[in-house]
Nanobody, 118 residues
Framework: QVQLVESGGGLVQAGGSLRLSCAAS????????MGWFRQAPGKERDIVAR???????DYIDSVKGRFTISRDNAKNTVYLQMNSLKPEDTAVYYC????????????WGQGTQVTVSS
């Protein structure tokens, strides 16, 4: 069982930055592929960025050049650095973990709210 705890959300003005963290309570963090998802009000939860166990990354087009996903296996933590935030980035952000490929994630955090004011 993997427990994930997100932190770092909050209220920020458009153009500002936030850094989300997701701490995993698992011994073998390095074997997990990690992802950040978000869910805006009235919308489905969608992938934002992911990082594989080898460190390769992938982003949705709307955040490329603004968001950076990274991981620190020594700290069992994955990060999402978000710069140049826009009001449309407002959502609850979730981290997720899986040992599989693709977008099938087995473990989820409770989410952290990110609100970007215009």
């Amino acid at each position: 069982q993997v427990q994930l705890v997100e932190s770092g959300g909050g209220l920020v003005q458009a153009g500002g930055s936030l850094r989300l963290s997701c701490a995993a309570s698992v011994r073998t963090f390095s074997i997990y592929n990690m992802g950040w998802f978000r869910q805006a009000p009235g919308k489905e939860r969608d992938i934002v960025a992911r990082i594989s166990r080898s460190g390769s990354t992938d982003y949705i087009d709307s955040v490329k050049g603004r968001f950076t996903i990274s991981r620190d296996n020594a700290k069992n933590t994955v990060y999402l650095q978000m710069n140049s935030l826009k009001p449309e980035d407002t959502a609850v952000y979730y981290c997720a973990a899986t040992t599989k490929g693709g977008l099938l994630y087995d473990y989820w955090g409770q989410g952290t709210q990110v609100t970007v004011s215009s």
